[in-house]
């Protein structure tokens, strides 16, 4: 489904990621971790384009993401993506911004569109919101509303980058809850998380990454009971212990 | 105190002047306002051709004077054999010159829309242009309400300028009633009143916009 070759990306001259080999299977739930400027994020972030790579392929869904001929918006259409800060459309209410993209973008009617958007409302639990601006929804709703609009596209992988760095300790849950319930489906996910119960509960492979080197690909049993990796170990015994 | 017989005397003159001014102001904001916001978006597309357009626009325009354009506009023709009314040189002068710091008020919005939502509504398959008008300009025209409501200001007052080229505004026939009346005082204190008379509701309603468009998001 994902599968990057030899990737490798520079800013200036600083060599964020390097020699990224990853395959990533239809289904599979894939969770990234590393110290903070690893470039786990820019890793996530290069899967639907809004980052650049320097060198080396990678093709999502069958199609080559960086070659100049690709559409990139219709290729976008299959890629949710959930950001940290949410970044819902602050003067659409909580529906607007859930139907926007199925009607400009798939050209879906607005009821079709409403009906869907109040099924995925269901879904992560907040349907009485619909019709409220996302100010006046808390960090776990905004995000819950945000995975909303990335699945309303009926979508066939959803990236996550950092879902619950920003929220309140008492609403992390929430959004966990709705994503492991996704996993549960069989969602295609790529998650970037400190959440390591999460990682540990949800995913299929763990990828550990630091200066932009992907240093060990496992299963959460393995990665957390035996990493292979100095660094890997320093990480987790500095994220663990306290 | 004020000699209003002039005033009286005057009033069709008075009049006159003063709804070309609203004429000449009012096409010159609408004019100004499309012109000013397609420049300001060529300033910013991911586009180098269109960014450099923008940017000699903007900074050859708004580093002439007013007058300097106005002349243009209404001497260019002339010198090409052609014949341009003096109200609609001095209008598009006046569109031409405002509608670079339109561009310029407009960009500072849209880039003082946080980068996110760019980000969200581009990944979600929107095209550039469809991100644009749903969800960047209707942010940004939040920000840019006070910015604009200056450069209205200002583009009503410097439309004073058709006066220097027999533009039939008000000023020019302030200068007509000054000349034939050898009052100057009296004359331009009521063209005053006039431009007070656009310019204070002009002010009070932008100020009421920027107030209820902080009310709902």
């Known amino acids: 489904m994902i599968i990057f070759h030899e990737v490798n990306k520079h800013y200036g001259k600083f060599h964020v990621l390097q020699n990224i080999n990853l395959h990533i299977k239809q289904g599979e739930v894939v969770v990234i971790i590393g110290p903070s400027g690893s470039g786990k994020s820019t890793l996530v972030r290069c899967i639907n384009r809004l980052e650049t790579i320097s060198s080396g392929e990678l093709i999502v869904d069958n199609v080559k993401v960086h070659d100049k001929k690709t ?172 | 105190m004020l000699n209003f017989s002039i005033l009286i005397d005057h009033w069709d003159m008075y009049i006159e002047g003063f709804f070309n001014t609203i004429k000449a102001s009012v096409f010159a904001m609408i004019a100004s306002l499309v012109a000013g916001t397609i420049i300001a978006i060529f300033r910013i597309a991911p586009f180098r051709p269109l960014n450099w357009l923008g940017t000699m626009y903007v900074e050859f325009i708004r580093n002439i004077p007013l007058m300097l354009i106005v002349f243009v506009f209404f001497f260019a023709p002339s010198a090409l054999g052609l014949r341009i009314n003096s109200f609609l040189a001095g209008t598009l002068g006046l569109t031409t010159y405002t509608a670079a710091f339109i561009a310029e008020s407009i960009r500072a919005g849209i880039q003082a829309v946080p980068k996110g939502q760019m980000e969200a509504a581009r990944s979600s398959g929107l095209t550039y242009v469809q991100t644009m008008w749903y969800i960047i300009l209707p942010q940004a025209i939040k920000i840019v309400i006070p910015p604009l409501g200056n450069q209205f200001l200002n583009l009503v007052k410097n439309s004073s300028v058709l006066g220097v080229i027999a533009g039939l505004d008000l000023m020019y026939f302030g200068d007509l009633i000054s000349s034939e009346t050898f009052v100057t005082f009296d004359v331009y204190i009521f063209v005053a009143m006039f431009y007070l008379l656009l310019t204070i509701p002009l002010s009070l309603s932008v100020s009421f916009l920027e107030r209820r468009l902080a009310k709902n998001r």
Not at chain 1, 74 to 97: A, C, D, E, S
Not at chain 1, 155 to 168: C, G, H, Q, W
Not at chain 1, 207 to 223: A, C, Y
């Open chain 1, 71 to 242: 559409d990139i918006n219709k290729l976008r259409r299959n890629i949710g993506m959930v950001f940290q800060h949410f970044h819902l459309y602050p003067h659409k209410t909580v529906l607007q911004n859930i139907t926007l993209a199925p009607i400009k973008v798939l050209g879906i009617a607005k009821e079709e569109a409403e009906r869907t958007a109040m099924y995925y409302l269901e879904k992560v639990g907040i349907p009485d919101k619909a019709n409220s601006y996302p100010s006046s929804l808390s960090g776990g709703q905004q995000q819950r509303v945000a995975i909303a609009r990335g699945l309303a596209m009926k979508p066939k992988i959803m990236l996550f980058d950092e879902p619950t760095s920003a929220l309140d300790p008492e609403t992390i849950g929430e959004v966990l809850d709705v994503m492991k319930k996704l996993a549960k489906e069989g969602m295609t996910m790529v998650v970037v998380t400190h959440e390591m119960g999460f990682a540990r509960e949800v995913a299929d492979r763990i990828v550990f990454i630091d200066q932009g080197k992907i240093l060990e690909v496992s299963t959460p049993e393995e990665f957390f009971s035996n990493p292979k990796e100095e660094r890997a170990k320093n990480f987790l015994n500095r994220i663990l212990n306290h």
